[in-house]
């Protein structure tokens, strides 16, 4: 006589797929939420980089300008102003400082804000780059 020696064991199968099943959507939901993180902190990076990158246009402009116009008294205000793109704006401050010329250049992206700062200096009608620095808020 053949006996089945764990007849009481019946439907055990359906409780370890069940379990299966539980541990295998814990670890997907762990893996979404890293791969948000991941993608959020992306989207920041990319963030600061087009805003870095309107502000170093704005010194870009800020130096063109010097080379045909080395008098802030001909701008309005002293500042330059770059509005009307997708999602950011650029500002320009020049300010003349004992022969050369400070240029603050703030480029704004969402809500990310970056800021350089460079000196010029104008030459036989050229524009020359002394130096230039990030700031950081």
């Given at each position: 006589m053949i006996?089945?020696?764990?007849?009481?064991?019946?439907?055990?199968?359906?409780?370890?797929?069940?379990?299966?099943?539980v541990?295998?959507?814990?670890m997907?939901?762990?893996?979404?939420?890293?791969?948000?993180?991941?993608?959020?902190?992306?989207?920041?990076?990319?963030?600061?980089?087009?805003?870095?990158e309107?502000?170093?246009?704005?010194?870009?402009?800020?130096?063109?300008?010097?080379?045909?116009?080395?008098?802030?008294?001909?701008?309005s205000?002293?500042?330059?102003?770059?509005?009307?793109?997708?999602?950011?704006?650029?500002?320009?401050?020049?300010?003349?400082?004992d022969?050369?010329?400070?240029?603050?250049?703030?480029?704004?992206?969402?809500?990310?804000?970056?800021?350089?700062?460079?000196?010029?200096?104008?030459?036989?009608?050229?524009?020359?780059?002394?130096?230039?620095?990030?700031?950081?808020?």
């Amino acid at each position: 006589m053949i006996r089945r020696p764990l007849q009481d064991e019946r439907g055990m199968a359906l409780g370890l797929a069940i379990i299966v099943v539980v541990i295998i959507g814990v670890m997907g939901a762990g893996l979404l939420t890293l791969v948000a993180t991941d993608l959020q902190a992306v989207v920041e990076v990319n963030r600061g980089e087009q805003a870095f990158e309107l502000a170093e246009a704005g010194i870009e402009v800020a130096k063109a300008h010097l080379a045909t116009d080395q008098s802030p008294s001909d701008w309005s205000s002293g500042e330059l102003h770059m509005d009307g793109m997708a999602e950011g704006s650029v500002s320009v401050t020049i300010e003349p400082d004992d022969g050369s010329f400070k240029a603050l250049s703030t480029g704004e992206y969402e809500e990310t804000r970056r800021r350089i700062e460079a000196t010029f200096s104008v030459e036989d009608g050229r524009t020359v780059l002394l130096g230039w620095r990030e700031l950081y808020e």
